[in-house]
Structure formats: C-alpha cells, structure tokens
C-alpha cells in the first residue's frame, strides 16, 4: 500500500464532501497526520557509525534535527554504553563515557519520522485506516470551523442550516481523531495536538468563489 491507497482511504471517508475539498487539501491533511502518526509512534532505526578516537559521535546520516532521539548505543557483541546527544562546537554529537577507536563501530538507535510516498511507505498495514481517520479529521474541523463562521444565507428558501452543519462535520471529526487514539492506545487527557490548519478553498457565502485555483477535485 502507497500514497495512493492512502488518498483513496481519505476520500472515501468524506466523500459525501468530496465536492467541497480538493486533492490539495486532502493530500496537505495526509502529510499533517503522518507527522502526527509520526510523533505518536515514530520509527526506531539503527545505524552504525565510526570512532573517530575520543568520547564523541557523529550522529547518523538517518537523524532529524529537531524530532530524533537517541535509544542507545551499544559496540555490537557488547554491553550498552552510556551516551547522551549534546550540543558541541561543531555541532551536535553523542557524547560517550569512553573514548571510542577510530577502528570501532558503534550501533546506534534513534527514532526517526515516518515516510509516505509513491515510492517510500513505512506506515505499518494495521495503522494505515488510524493515520486516514486522523487526515479525515483535520478536513472535516476545517469544514466546521468554515460553517461556524458563515452567515445563512437567506436568498434561496430551501437554504442549508449552516450551523447544524458545522455540528455534524465537528462531531464527524471528533469521532474519528477518538478511533485514531483509540487504536494507538493514546490517553486523550495527556496527549492535546497542537491545531493544525488545512487551506481549503471555500465558496463565500453568496457561492461564489473567493479565490480560484487552477486545483484538481477528488
């Protein structure tokens, strides 16, 4: 499964909207769950790097300034060695209890995010419909905070209840941001997002276009 079965899962639960949200922001809505997925459980890599002869590491090539943490360091065949990530005069590095040889390598483990592409995907099969529930979500809070600032319009009789609109997609999108902690075993209690803003490009209230792109629709 890719990208492309992601975009697919995402669609179908909003397709009664489908209309209303384009592949841009549906595809923005992806990579912002993946980030969250990514921080809620992030990928565990490990990589060898080489002494250079004093108690400091060059980090590995895979690690991400910003998210990455260290797990551990170990000399394969050997005990853990006891080492931190901390910031030198030439950048950060992991700082030993030793010193290491120039001819030893040492194994070390860190998180790393995840990847999502037509040619790269480390999302687990069994986590995939939870990182869709998440990217469904944030389009469906952005439809309600959309309806929940609109006025009614009162030039067609049979005109929609903006309001209870705003209800409906609100509730639709707490349902689902509940399944993906549900099945991440997250507490929601500890664990608050950050908002996160997805651009849709959204009729005024008249329906009228407020802006226009040259976007493709799902």
Do not use: C
Request: aromatic share 6%; no cysteine; charged share 25%.
């Amino acid at each position: 499964m890719s990208l492309t079965d992601i975009q697919t899962l995402v669609s179908n639960l909003i397709r009664d909207y489908s209309d209303e949200i384009t592949n841009a922001d549906r595809d923005q809505a992806i990579d912002l769950a993946v980030a969250r997925y990514s921080s809620d459980k992030p990928r565990s890599l490990i990589e060898a790097v080489q002494g250079v002869g004093t108690d400091l590491l060059p980090l590995p090539t895979g690690w991400e300034d910003g998210f990455s943490n260290l797990r551990m360091t170990a000399i394969e065949g050997r005990a853990e060695i006891a080492s931190r990530v901390e910031q030198t005069l030439t950048g950060y590095k992991i700082r030993t209890g030793s010193t290491i040889s120039g001819s030893t390598e040492v194994l070390v483990s860190f998180t790393a995010s995840h990847l999502l592409s037509e040619v790269e995907d480390t999302i687990p099969r069994h986590d995939r419909e939870a990182l869709s529930f998440w990217a469904a979500a944030l389009l469906l809070e952005q439809l309600a905070s959309y309806y929940a600032g609109s006025k009614q319009t009162t030039i067609d009789a049979d005109s929609v209840d903006w309001q209870s609109k705003s209800r409906d997609f609100a509730a639709r999108a707490a349902r689902l941001r509940k399944l993906y902690q549900d099945h991440l075993g997250i507490d929601p209690k500890r664990n608050v997002p950050a908002a996160a803003v997805v651009d849709l490009n959204r009729p005024n209230s008249l329906g009228r276009s407020r802006v226009v792109k040259g976007r493709g629709r799902i």
